[in-house]
């Protein structure tokens, strides 16, 4: 297992596009977060899954964005109608117990 | 509201020496903590741990220290190598998250000079 991967590592769309990211966790994991993060800041958390259930989704988390994981392995990140404040690296990542274990990120630039 | 902390956006030290970076929390309810390693163009990647039960952990070259009094941690890097330099987060949680649900702080970024 090389770790949580996600793709596209880079992804440039025009304002008002829908974008989807897609996270791959490690696979013994139960537990995937996604996380944001913009310039000069720490990641921020989004969202989380236990196996397929969504438990917690942070009030950062518009309705313009929705999480699935639908058989409790790979996640993807969908953002309708793009803003240019949704500019940031968007980071996956996954855990059993204690810690987490990031992916590499998909950098999102909306122009 | 900033939970977590880190008031030194950058530090710079020489090859060989101890590198000490600061972080503070507000929030009493947090009993773990952890800091992260970022290089450009990857993710985190952890470095150490410390519960609220302890006050110190060591982990080869780097130790992080927890004051609750005073809402303080700090993690040192004696001797401090080129390869160190990198962004570090803190980041904070509570034992209801069970380590997952982190909120971090806004980094330090260490430069380590041969």
């Known amino acids: 297992d090389t770790g949580v991967s996600q793709d596209p590592r880079h992804k440039i769309t025009k304002r008002g596009q829908n974008v989807t990211f897609r996270c791959d966790p490690i696979s013994e994991h139960n537990r995937l977060y996604w996380y944001r993060q913009t310039l000069g800041q720490g990641p921020e958390f989004l969202t989380y899954?236990?196996?397929?259930?969504?438990?917690?989704k942070s009030r950062l988390l518009s309705d313009r964005f929705s999480a699935e994981r639908p058989k409790g392995s790979f996640s993807t990140l969908e953002i309708q109608r793009t803003e240019q404040g949704d500019s940031a690296m968007y980071l996956c990542?996954?855990?059993?117990?204690?810690?987490?274990?990031f992916g590499s990120g998909t950098r999102l630039t909306v122009v | 509201d900033q939970q977590v902390k880190q008031n030194s956006p950058s530090l710079s030290v020489q090859e060989g020496r101890i590198s000490i970076l600061n972080c503070d929390y507000t929030n009493s309810m947090f009993d773990y903590f952890l800091w992260y390693k970022k290089y450009p163009a990857e993710g985190p990647t952890f470095l150490i741990s410390i519960s609220s039960i302890k006050d110190k952990n060591e982990d080869g070259r780097f130790t992080v220290f927890l004051n609750k009094s005073a809402k303080h941690l700090s993690l040192h890097i004696v001797p401090s190598q080129p390869g160190d330099s990198a962004v570090y987060f803190c980041a904070a949680s509570n034992a209801y998250n069970q380590g997952g649900k982190l909120i971090f702080g806004q980094g330090t970024e260490l430069s380590v000079k041969p």
């Open positions: 990542a996954s855990s059993l117990l204690q810690g987490l274990t």
């Open positions: 899954f236990q196996n397929e259930a969504q438990l917690e």
